[in-house]
């Protein structure tokens, strides 16, 4: 009986005492792509950044429907003296809605990932905000936050932020080997 005791009290004991840890996020390792974020964020609003070992780079475009603009975009780049390194590359439309999507990359991978939608005209209010932390390719934590309205563009919130980030800096390459050339 005694043994039956001790072996019932050592299992609850374990059980009890177990804190699984499968599920559970390195709050150290988003800390820490917080914190280059801000960091990639303070030295591209700097005035000469080239002083700092870095470079921007600016795209502009208009967006045209039946031979009318309709609107326009913006690509805007963060780069080693080089030019062939991205740290940051922000993308800004104004289409329907202010579109601000911002990737930051570290050893060339995708590390942090913003989608922002922004209210048009004068209403320049958050409407959606989203976040993707990666890993090594591996999505580790998301968060979201959105009115009511954001619904309306659906289409505009409904893609894989990895796979456009990704995409982002697939062409940053292309040009930057054509220009190297």
Known sequence: MRYILNLVTTLCLTICTHKPVFAQVDTSSINETRNYVHFMDSINKLDYVQDKGFITSVVDGVMKADGKVVGGFGINSLLNLKGDTAFRIEYHDNLDVNIY?????????????????????????????????????????????????????????????????????????????????
């Open 101 to 181: 999507k911002t990737y930051y990359y570290r050893f060339d991978k995708l590390i942090y990932a913003s989608l922002e939608l922004q209210g048009a005209r004068a209403m320049r209010n958050s409407i959606y905000l989203k976040e993707e932390f990666y890993n090594d390719g591996h999505l580790i934590r998301t968060t979201t936050r959105k009115e009511r309205s954001a619904e309306k563009y659906f289409d505009k919130i409904n893609f894989s932020m990895y796979g456009d980030g990704l995409t982002f800096l697939a062409n940053f390459r292309k040009e930057n080997m054509q220009q190297q050339r």
